[in-house]
């Protein structure tokens, strides 16, 4: 079971919209509809942000938006904020009941 | 509104066992809900350890499952991790959290910092 792959890093400006990436295989990403995103302010606990691939929870605002193709989905966030500045992490349900997450990625507003 | 709270040792010993007891209030681990542990490394990512069912069956990360244990005890509402073992590799916060549905996960605890050292 290895950790799905996340970009290090991504970056923007307020206002503007950022995508972070997040690629599995057949067995986890690509094999079901079951990608959530988890937004990690520092010293915080974890916030889900997305589930389902695109589905939001209630109260989380509508600037995040999520999407899946074959093995990689995305997370998406317009109209940047200095408050979205955090670390964001996907996660997948995987083959065998399990749970893997990606390794983060760290969102700077600039 | 869920809450739930980690609590155990902060500081185990290398080969010993780590052992944490997630305590849940405004909510019930009777009934159909997965409640699951999570954890994180110093400066490192997520890293899923396992899940229960209120029924009480389990499944593990396939790299921890022959050192990890999870229990339900619905009588005083909360839910156990023990990780045999333990070396420096597994100092890290531990976070236990609600999986909503299907593998989301909508509350979690504020996390309890373990560290394994001598």
């Known amino acids: 079971q290895s950790a799905l792959t996340q970009p290090a890093s991504v970056s923007g400006s307020p206002g503007q919209s950022i995508t972070i990436s997040c690629t599995g295989t057949?067995?986890?990403?690509?094999?079901?509809?079951?990608v959530s995103w988890y937004q990690q302010h520092p010293g915080k606990a974890p916030k889900l942000m997305i589930y389902?691939?695109?589905n939001r929870p209630s109260g989380v605002s509508n600037r995040f938006s999520g999407s899946k193709s074959g093995n990689t989905a995305s997370l998406t966030i317009s109209g940047l904020q200095a408050e979205d500045e955090a670390d964001y992490y996907c996660?997948?349900?995987?083959?065998?009941?399990?749970?893997?997450f990606g390794g983060g990625t760290k969102l700077t507003v600039l | 509104q869920v809450q739930l709270q980690e609590s155990g040792p902060g500081l185990v010993k290398p080969s010993g066992t780590l052992s944490l007891t997630c305590a849940v209030s405004?909510?019930?681990?009777?009934?159909?809900?997965?409640w699951s542990w999570v954890r994180q490394p110093p400066g490192k990512g997520l890293e899923w350890i396992g899940e229960?069912?209120?029924?009480?069956?389990?499944n593990y990360n396939p790299s921890l499952k022959s050192r990890v244990t999870i229990s339900v005890d619905k009588s005083k509402n909360q839910f156990s991790l023990r990780l045999s073992s333990v070396t420096a590799a597994d100092t890290a916060v531990y976070y236990c959290?609600?999986?909503?549905?299907?593998?989301?996960?909508?509350?979690w605890g504020q996390g309890t910092m373990v560290t394994v050292s001598s």
């Open positions: 959290a609600r999986e909503a549905t299907a593998d989301a996960f909508d509350f």
């Open positions: 405004g909510g019930s681990v009777s009934i159909s809900n997965w």
């Open positions: 229960i069912y209120y029924s009480g069956h389990t």
């Open positions: 057949s067995s986890d990403v690509g094999g079901y509809n079951y």
């Open positions: 389902e691939v695109s």
């Open positions: 996660s997948s349900h995987a083959s065998s009941s399990t749970t893997v």
